[in-house]
């Protein structure tokens, strides 16, 4: 019990947040439509990542393998939210292709290129491009559907918050990738910002949540 107080103790403060958000979506989990029901899985399997990820640097032993194989499901939870609710089959499909693309170039590297034990880079990156643009696209598809007011539906929201995250996160990722800054005493600082993206990310979801399933909405987009 002491080890798992401490650990909670060190916990990021995204942790916590994400446990707020997951337990709204689970309260109001019967409210939501199918998409919103996958949006509340992949909240789930980001949560769950985090957990298992810090819990094995808590125990002293190495994580990134675990992030390089979870980017599999990321991956494809983000092709299932973002890219099925699409109207354009052109942009639908040259999306998917590209994502079972980068799945497979992922699976080249950890296994014949980069080290599985180092975050691989090579295809990590444009695997969160490939989010941030996925992202893009769903944004765009709701704001320019005039038989809707966008932001009175969570993908809207989602959409913004991924498009923020991922896109601001890239330029961290890439800098992690030379080994020689790894040293660097400014490093941690770089991890503070990233975390702070990501509680930025679970922020905007959670205002979204509550302002498409509650009485938020009616006292905000009222019209």
């Known amino acids: ?13 995204s942790v916590y947040l994400a446990i707020i958000v997951l337990t ?21 399997l980001f949560f769950s990542i985090d957990i298992i990820a810090s819990v094995v640097a808590f125990l002293n032993y190495q994580n990134l393998i675990f992030y390089n194989i979870m980017l599999f499901p990321q991956l494809l939870m983000m092709r299932l939210v973002l890219v099925n609710h699409l109207s354009s089959s052109k ?22 290129y980069q080290d599985a034990f180092e975050l691989a880079t090579f295809t990590f990156i444009p695997g969160d491009g490939w989010i941030a643009a996925a992202s ?23 959409s913004l918050a991924t ?15 030379w080994t020689n800054f790894l040293s660097q005493p400014y490093l941690n600082h770089l991890y503070d910002f990233n975390a702070w993206l990501y509680m930025l990310w679970y922020t905007i979801i959670l205002t979204g949540i509550l302002c498409t399933k509650t009485m938020l909405k009616s006292v905000l987009f009222y019209r």
């Not at 709204?24 to 789930?44: A, C, G, M, W």
């Not at 498009?163 to 990738?177: R, W």
């Open 1 to 13: 019990m002491e080890p798992f107080l401490l650990w909670l103790k060190n916990a990021e403060l």
């Open 24 to 44: 709204t979506s689970f309260v109001l989990y019967p409210r939501f439509d199918h998409q919103e029901r996958n949006i509340t899985k992949l909240l789930f």
């Open 91 to 112: 942009f639908k499909r040259y999306l998917n292709i590209t994502c079972y693309a980068i799945m497979f170039l992922h699976a080249v590297n950890v296994a014949l």
């Open 136 to 158: 893009v696209f769903s944004l765009k598809s709701e704001l320019e559907n005039i038989d809707i007011v966008p932001f009175h539906y969570l993908i809207t929201w989602f």
């Open 163 to 177: 498009l923020i995250d991922f896109s601001c996160s890239i330029p961290i990722l890439s800098v992690l990738g």
